[in-house]
Each structure stands twice: as structure tokens, then as C-alpha cells.
């Protein structure tokens, strides 16, 4: 069963951290997402990638950053964390040839920065 | 620039009865449509998506949408929904492009089945 797998089911970290989202993909997927979910909000892209060290701003990218060295692995780094990043962060991928094949999340990371 | 809009923040429905989950839409160029669904501390699975051709698909879990191009509509419905359906359930819009299209998403709805 191909799979996207978060490394934390939930995170608690302080105020002021720096903070890393790991995201594995099994699948050869080219392009790998970050959205973050908030109540009322949906969910809202942070940064995407199209390829290994490729990088792409989202909607929201101010306060993250993004790093893909190898093409199965995309990490969120919050570089100083703060209150209002406290949320769920989702992980997706898909095949570079188009939406139209859908995409795999992964199950999440409630983040709480306290 | 696409956007999505679900207007329907929460949708309560009793079990066995019908339901409709709205979605309107905007863009500039030719879309695909989805509906993923959100189970309880779950991530997100695909329901059903429109790409081209008819313009009634059907997902799983018996759920089906109507694209409406001159209404810019992509509703879910589902004639008899279950416990089970309780979730919540998003729209998403791409644009075609390729390599470089991504997915934007409504703001959710949450539908709650009750006996």
C-alpha cells in the first residue's frame, strides 16, 4: 500500500524553536505539498515542490521554509516558531504529469506551540 | 487565480436521509474538480473528481457530484447517508497545467449524521 507517512502524529514545542515536519513518500512522486489545516480556514498551501531542491511558495509561506534533498523526502522547517503556527500541518504528493492522477496525504502533525 | 467556495459551514442530516454538500467555484481556465472527505483524525481521501466527459461522476461510499459549468456548481450529494458518513468534506479546484498546477481548497463542511 503506497503511502505518505508524517514522522509526528503530534508536536508540542516552545515558543521561539525551531521546528522540523518530516514527510516521506514511497511512491516516486515527483511533487510533494505542505498544506496547514485550521478550523473555518480549509486547508491552505505553504510550500510545494516539483522536484528534488525545487522549491515553490504557497498561499501562506511567511515564517516556513522548505528543504527536499532527495525526492522522497520534503521537510517544513518553522524557523522560530511561534503561537500562531499552532495548527495541523498535512503532507501530500502526486505524480508531476497533473492533478488529474490526485493526490496522497499523509495523516498529519497537530502541532501545539506553546 | 481559482478559489473555491463552500458555503455550508456544518451540514446536521438524520441517518437514512438525503444530502447535498454545495460547492461553487472560480476560475480563469479550464478546471478539475474534487471532493476529498476528512475522517476523525485522519488525513484526507479522495471521494470522486471530475476531469472531463460526463458530468455526473461517482466516488465511493455511494456518493456522486454534478459538474455545472454554467453555474460554476460542483455539489456532493448522497441519497442515504449512514453513521459512518460523518466527516468532514472538502472541495478542491486545479487548474490543468501540468507539472506545476496544485490544489486549492474550500474552507470545508462538516456534515454530522445523527439517528
Known amino acids: 500500500d503506497v503511502k505518505v507517512t508524517q514522522s509526528s502524529r503530534y508536536l508540542v514545542k516552545r515558543t521561539g524553536e525551531k521546528v522540523f515536519l518530516e514527510c516521506v513518500q514511497d511512491?516516486?512522486?515527483?511533487?510533494m505539498f505542505w498544506y496547514r489545516q485550521d478550523p473555518g480556514l480549509g486547508l491552505r498551501l505553504i510550500y510545494f515542490?516539483?522536484?528534488?531542491?525545487?522549491?515553490e511558495k504557497g498561499d501562506i509561506p511567511e515564517g516556513y521554509s522548505v528543504s527536499r534533498e532527495k525526492k522522497e523526502r520534503f521537510s517544513l522547517i518553522l524557523e522560530s516558531a511561534s503561537t500562531n503556527q499552532t495548527s495541523m500541518y498535512l503532507c501530500?504528493?502526486?505524480?508531476?504529469?497533473?492533478?488529474?492522477?490526485?493526490?496522497?496525504f499523509g495523516s498529519g502533525t497537530r502541532l501545539t506551540v506553546v | 487565480a481559482q478559489s473555491v467556495t463552500q458555503l455550508d459551514s456544518q451540514v446536521p442530516v438524520f441517518e437514512e436521509a438525503p444530502v447535498e454538500l454545495r460547492c461553487n467555484y472560480s476560475?480563469?481556465?479550464?478546471?478539475?474538480l474534487f471532493w476529498y472527505v476528512q475522517y476523525p483524525n485522519q488525513g484526507l481521501q479522495l471521494l470522486l473528481k471530475y476531469l472531463s466527459g460526463s458530468t455526473l461522476v461517482k466516488g465511493i461510499n455511494g456518493f456522486e457530484a454534478e459538474f455545472n459549468k454554467s453555474q460554476t456548481s460542483f455539489h456532493l450529494r448522497k441519497p442515504s447517508v449512514h453513521i459512518s458518513d460523518t466527516a468532514e468534506y472538502f472541495c478542491a479546484v486545479s487548474d490543468n497545467t501540468g507539472t506545476a498546477s496544485k490544489l486549492t481548497f474550500g474552507t470545508g463542511t462538516r456534515l454530522q449524521v445523527t439517528l
Open positions: 501530500a504528493s502526486r505524480t508531476g504529469t497533473g492533478t488529474h492522477k490526485g493526490y496522497t
Open positions: 511512491m516516486d512522486h515527483e511533487n
Open positions: 476560475s480563469s481556465v479550464s478546471v478539475y
Open positions: 515542490s516539483y522536484d528534488v531542491k525545487m522549491k
